[in-house]
């Protein structure tokens, strides 16, 4: 009876034995009960389809977010783009299946991270491009700051930079692609620097030095004195000419400063103007002559460009080639020299008043060398000259010449003056006068005293 006992408690020990081993043997490549992997139970799932088990899951769980810069979020599915990963189970902590019911008692739980994931990459760059990126000519591209035209009162200022909203393609593909392969859930483009933005910003050195210097020539003022008016000239006028070089310094335009200058000249020159004369006699005459205020284009144009640089405000008279007595009335003045052709007489005029008359001889009228009828002056006076021509050469002791080889001296050779001589017997073009007239004459006159020839 006690072998019968012994004999059937070995049969069971033996049984539950067998069935262990058998159990255990159907545990083997399998995962154990209660196991937990990336929060999905795995219990008895084989091992050798784990990758692909966890690829599935992590295909159907991932979704990653893209926000643009208009705060338009555009969500990618790991089934959109066909997702697939790969995990390296071999590093899961090995399960001994001949203990499995300890896992049963212990259930454990695991997390493990892909070593890489793979997409279809068509798919996703339908997306990006049908989705995510703008349709061409939707968005406002960047515009470059710079500087604005002149503004009467404000002078050059910078026109910030517009940045806009149009993403760089290559970049925002790069940045999902990346944030697929790392698995990020969320993806703002605004924050990632993925917008195309203008090359030239409003700190731009030169920008800065070309608005400073501009408006720093901008400061200048020249008032022209015209005695009798004046005339204004600032930034409202001249602003069109100033030019920005490559270095952001400033430069004026010579052209149109040359143009200004041309323009001041046919509204202020006197010089070769008609002008009225009242003569001695008083009969009033038209005139016309180089005397007069004459503005050198070449001088005031430098000077001119030197003054807008300078940044100062200026008030000067024109820089002339010549210039009249006075510029309100008759600007020859009180003070000046006439010669009644017609009546072979000279007249000097001081203060208004006839201080000093002499005969004369003028040009020969006969021969075409009349003496030049206009109003002129006096270029400079000299003594003991010898005046060449193309067949003589007259010594004279008083010489003032005022216009193209004419002038006032002494004529030894003749014995008479005044009347009609000058008609058949007249001078190459000078006004001939008598020994003491034109002494006298001489130390009466200067350099610049207007001189009236008339018939």
């Not at 924050?191 to 800065?208: F, Q």
């Not at 005459?285 to 050198?296: D, L, Q, R, T």
């Not at 600007?331 to 006439?338: F, M």
């Amino acid at each position: 009876m006690k072998d019968r006992s012994v004999a059937i408690t070995l049969g069971i020990v033996i049984g539950l034995t067998a069935g262990y081993l058998t159990s255990s043997l159907f545990m083997k490549d399998k995962i154990m009960p209660g196991t937990m992997i990336n929060g999905s139970d795995f219990s008895m799932a084989k091992r050798s389809d784990l990758n692909d088990s966890l690829s599935v899951l992590e295909r159907d769980s991932y979704t990653l977010t893209v926000r643009d810069i208009h705060g338009k979020d555009v969500t990618i599915h790991g089934t959109d783009i066909d997702l697939s990963a790969d995990f390296p189970v071999e590093n899961l902590r090995v399960q001994n299946y001949l203990i499995y019911p300890y896992y049963m008692l212990n259930p454990g739980t695991y997390y493990i991270e892909p070593e890489s994931v793979s997409y279809d990459s068509a798919k996703l760059q339908s997306i990006i491009d049908n989705s995510i990126l703008p349709a061409k000519g939707s968005t406002d591209t960047p515009v470059d700051a710079f500087l604005t035209g002149y503004i009467p009162g404000s002078g050059y200022t910078i026109a910030e930079e517009v940045d806009g909203d149009t993403p760089d393609p290559e970049k925002v593909t790069k940045l999902i692609q990346d944030a697929i392969s790392e698995r990020v859930p969320f993806l703002d483009l605004s924050a990632s620097d993925c917008y195309l933005k203008a090359s030239i910003r409003s700190d731009n050195n030169y920008l800065n030095e070309a608005a400073s210097s501009l408006n720093d020539a901008l400061t200048a003022s020249v008032t022209y004195d015209f005695g009798n008016q004046k005339i204004i000239l600032n930034a409202d006028t001249y602003y069109p000419w100033l030019i920005t070089n490559e270095d952001g310094t400033t430069s004026v335009d010579k052209q149109k400063v040359d143009e200004y200058v041309t323009m001041l000249k046919a509204s202020t020159d006197t010089a070769y103007s008609t002008r009225s004369f009242t003569t001695v006699s008083g009969r009033t005459i038209a005139v016309k002559g180089p005397y007069g205020y004459n503005i050198s284009k070449k001088k005031e144009s430098e000077q001119l460009m030197a003054d807008i640089l300078s940044g100062e405000a200026v008030e000067r008279e024109p820089e002339y080639t010549t210039r009249g007595c006075q510029r309100s009335g008759n600007e020859y003045g009180d003070n000046y020299l006439e010669v009644d052709m017609s009546n072979q007489k000279v007249y000097l005029i001081q203060n208004g008043q006839v201080t000093f008359t002499s005969d004369c001889v003028t040009g020969n009228t006969s021969l075409g060398r009349g003496t030049p009828s206009g109003i002129f002056s006096i270029m400079y006076k000299a003594k003991n000259v010898v005046l060449r021509g193309a067949n003589y050469a007259s010594p004279v002791t008083y010489w003032m010449p005022f216009y193209n080889g004419c002038g006032f001296h002494d004529a030894s050779w003749r014995g008479s003056f005044g009347g009609t001589i000058y008609r058949y017997s007249g001078s190459h073009g000078c006004v001939n006068m008598p020994i003491p007239s034109a002494k006298q004459l001489y130390g009466m006159v200067e350099a610049g005293l207007p001189v009236i020839t008339y018939y």
